[in-house]
């Protein structure tokens, strides 16, 4: 359904309530007529020091998913992006798939995980198998990602993970080690970077890089963006967060 400010579409959009960047990434790519709508899984900014605390804030998180897909539906958005992080692929991609089927036979509309929006944004580029992938985990979360893209028939390469403190924190990650991390993350057999973890500021980071690498360098706010805006038929070209938006 439609309004008068979202004459085009509604996009509902489910992150954590510690993530502050998922909200101003999005609103910054909206095309005019599309209004985002936020709703926030309520789960406290809970410290990550370990393997175990991260299994913990997963499980917490998934559980909490549904009731604030339910709370979104209420504004009668015509799409719902799911811009979570490694909870919704701690069993692999078949975990993912199987969970957005669900949460679409649920409401009732197309839902966008991010983590499958970036296998498809991948899939865009065509021909490309070998990736580098930049996370903010600890090495369980990081070994999640890592299964996860391989299921989805990609080599990974590289993968580095900033081990950022807790979930809020990863809005905290400076550029330039954002920018340095790319850099590091890099090397000739890589194909595309990919960075993981809607928390982590990265959009703008991975349009501007792409100009350095001279390849794709997606963020995973962009690729869930993008693919909700075209699922919903709007090919809007935006400029501003690397080729995917403006040029696919």
């Given at each position: 359904?439609?309004?008068?400010?979202?004459?085009?579409?509604?996009?509902?959009?489910?992150?954590?309530?510690?993530?502050?960047?998922?909200?101003?990434?999005?609103?910054?790519?909206?095309?005019?007529?599309?209004?985002?709508?936020?709703m926030r899984v309520a789960?406290?900014?809970?410290?990550?020091?370990?393997?175990?605390?991260?299994?913990?804030?997963?499980?917490?998180?998934?559980?909490?998913?549904?009731?604030?897909?339910?709370?979104?539906?209420?504004?009668?958005?015509?799409?719902?992006?799911?811009?979570?992080?490694?909870?919704?692929?701690?069993?692999?991609?078949?975990?993912?798939?199987?969970?957005?089927?669900?949460?679409?036979?649920?409401?009732g509309v197309p839902v966008?995980?991010?983590?499958?929006?970036?296998?498809?944004?991948?899939?865009?580029?065509?021909?490309?198998?070998?990736?580098?992938?930049?996370?903010?985990?600890?090495?369980?979360?990081?070994?999640?990602?890592?299964?996860?893209?391989?299921?989805?028939?990609?080599?990974?390469?590289?993968?580095?993970?900033?081990?950022?403190?807790?979930?809020?924190?990863?809005?905290?990650?400076?550029?330039?080690?954002?920018?340095?991390?790319?850099?590091?993350?890099?090397?000739?057999?890589?194909?595309?970077?990919?960075?993981?973890?809607?928390?982590?500021?990265?959009?703008?980071?991975?349009?501007?890089?792409?100009?350095?690498?001279?390849?794709?360098?997606?963020?995973?706010?962009?690729?869930?963006?993008w693919q909700a805006l075209?699922?919903?038929?709007?090919?809007?070209?935006?400029?501003?967060?690397?080729?995917?938006?403006?040029?696919?």
């Amino acid at each position: 359904m439609t309004d008068t400010l979202g004459w085009r579409i509604k996009m509902g959009a489910v992150t954590q309530a510690s993530n502050s960047v998922v909200q101003p990434e999005f609103d910054l790519m909206r095309p005019r007529g599309v209004t985002n709508q936020l709703m926030r899984v309520a789960i406290p900014d809970t410290p990550v020091a370990s393997d175990e605390e991260l299994a913990a804030l997963t499980q917490k998180i998934r559980n909490d998913i549904e009731s604030a897909l339910d709370t979104v539906m209420a504004c009668t958005p015509a799409v719902v992006t799911m811009a979570l992080g490694a909870e919704t692929v701690w069993d692999g991609v078949q975990t993912a798939t199987e969970l957005q089927a669900h949460l679409e036979r649920r409401v009732g509309v197309p839902v966008v995980l991010g983590w499958l929006a970036c296998v498809a944004a991948i899939r865009r580029y065509g021909g490309v198998h070998r990736i580098g992938v930049l996370t903010p985990y600890m090495p369980a979360g990081d070994a999640q990602v890592r299964r996860f893209f391989t299921d989805a028939g990609f080599e990974v390469v590289n993968l580095l993970g900033l081990r950022s403190a807790s979930p809020a924190l990863m809005a905290h990650e400076p550029a330039e080690k954002l920018r340095r991390a790319v850099r590091d993350l890099d090397d000739s057999q890589i194909e595309l970077i990919v960075q993981v973890g809607t928390n982590l500021p990265f959009a703008q980071i991975a349009g501007d890089a792409e100009k350095w690498l001279n390849k794709p360098v997606l963020a995973t706010n962009t690729c869930t963006y993008w693919q909700a805006l075209r699922r919903s038929g709007i090919e809007d070209k935006v400029e501003g967060f690397g080729s995917l938006l403006a040029e696919h």
